[in-house]
């Protein structure tokens, strides 16, 4: 079957720090992967969209790899800030739908 | 104003009832989404539609219908809500053009079904 699969547990790093997330996905084969910031109570905003034919992408203090031997992406955020707390979602085209994954939430402590 | 705009955004109805979810945007996109999230599952499709006259079921169609009444709009039905319909609901839009799929999403509505 299809997944899209983000750590589930929450990620608690101090400020400062890189906060580095992982989406992981089965029998997909995307030509996109797309990363997501969700606040409580608000949809989804889009910040980095990374093609299948890119190793990384950056923009400004986050940074997008994608591994389509491994089926993985990585969703880096270099020094940390406390509002960068919220869900990130990975989504993926998958047959011409738009599919996400369940999200991790991230907190990053003062 | 909200480039994607979803009404209502709360609503409580009572099992059985037909309820009709609105969203509207105003970008210009072809391609629109309806989604539910609830906790712990994260954004899970319903419906989708690449233009007025494409219409496809998501992961979790069953229950909801939808029209797409002009380009710019897209509504969502449950024809007789029940209890685990209970969710907070989305819209998104993207444009198929330019190959940019980055999608837009509305405010959200959060329905409870009692």
């Known amino acids: 079957s299809q997944k899209i699969e983000q750590n589930s547990e929450a990620l608690n790093i101090q400020e400062g720090k890189t906060a580095t997330l992982t989406c992981n996905y089965t029998n997909y084969s995307p030509a996109y992967l797309q990363w997501y910031r969700q606040d409580p109570g608000r949809g989804p905003v889009f910040l980095l969209l990374?093609?299948?034919?890119?190793k990384e992408k950056r923009k400004e203090r986050l940074k997008v790899t994608f591994d389509t031997t491994l089926k993985q992406s990585l969703f880096h955020i270099t020094a940390s800030q406390p509002a960068d707390s919220a869900t990130y979602l990975c989504?993926?085209?998958?047959?011409?739908?738009?599919?996400f994954g369940t999200g991790t939430r991230l907190l990053v402590s003062p | 104003d909200a480039d994607v705009t979803q009404t209502p955004r709360n609503r409580i109805t009572k099992t059985g009832k037909r309820i009709m979810l609105e969203c509207s945007q105003t970008?210009?996109?072809?391609?629109m989404y309806w989604y539910r999230q609830d906790p712990g599952l994260g954004l899970r499709l319903i419906y989708y539609s690449f233009d007025v006259k494409d219409i496809n079921k998501g992961e979790i169609s069953d229950g909801y219908s939808v029209s797409r009444q002009a380009q710019a709009k897209f509504s969502l039905s449950l024809e007789s809500a029940i209890p685990n319909q209970t969710a907070l609901y989305f819209c998104?839009?993207?444009?198929?053009?330019?190959?940019?799929?980055?999608?837009?999403f509305g405010q959200g509505t959060r329905l409870t079904v009692v």
């Open positions: 990374i093609r299948e034919n890119e």
């Open positions: 970008k210009g996109h072809d391609r």
């Open positions: 998104a839009t993207s444009d198929s053009t330019g190959g940019n799929t980055e999608a837009f």
């Open positions: 989504a993926l085209t998958g047959f011409q739908k738009l599919v």
